[in-house]
């Protein structure tokens, strides 16, 4: 299958969303962090606005089959965040995109509800990540973070994840930066991710009054070859 690597545009989004839905079905942060309440209309409409966030403030690419019958349909999808370094003031542009990103949350919020997301559940989470991020990411030059990375469950097993995520990861070699994520699945991902140059660094574990999850946060030094 020849593979095509795109920057996300707004035409993508909604396969985008599609993708991500599929992918993250079973996937246990998924399951710990909503209840049996989910909505996914509501979740749909806070993908879309992550997504429309990402086209100006992120690195959000989209993988495609151009040779088939459906050439714009999105196979697979790669959510990341540029490098920032944190002794260097936050630009205008980042800081107006963060608020217009908290607004349209709020909005969302206020028409759609939590849609089954367990608050509680998002907060012990939100710590935990910060904690990590925070005695991990000790380079001023910043991390790549990798925060999706997710093939349609009929086009796994093509490579298409790992072209996702080749793009970014070459620019992280090229710019002799370090790449970062948090997988919520211990076997198969972190040999994967280990075949592309990532390491555990941290076991993030997140407990509910003894209902718990474990995120595996991964390390991957820039290479030279």
Known sequence: ??????????????????CIQKA????????????ENFSPARNRVSLGIRCRWGLEHALFYVAKDPSSSTPSRVLGIACWLPPANASAPQSWKSWFGD???????????????????????????KAAQSDAQRQLWTDDQGYYFCN?????PEAQGMGIGKELFGVVMRQADAEGRKCYLESSRAEPNMAIYRKMGFELAKE??????????????????????
């Open 204 to 225: 993030m574990k997140c407990d509910d009054q003894g209902t718990a999850i474990t995120l595996y946060c991964m390390m991957r030094e820039p290479r030279s070859d």
């Open 99 to 125: 608020w217009s990103l908290w607004f349209n949350q709020l909005w969302m919020n206020s028409v759609y509800g939590r849609g089954g997301l367990n608050v509680r559940r998002y907060y012990i989470w």
């Open 1 to 18: 299958m020849p593979v095509e690597i795109t920057r996300m545009v707004e035409s993508d989004i909604e396969g985008a969303i599609d």
């Open 148 to 152: 999706i990375v997710t093939v349609l």
């Open 24 to 35: 993250f079905a079973q996937d246990p942060y998924f399951a710990w962090v909503f209840s």
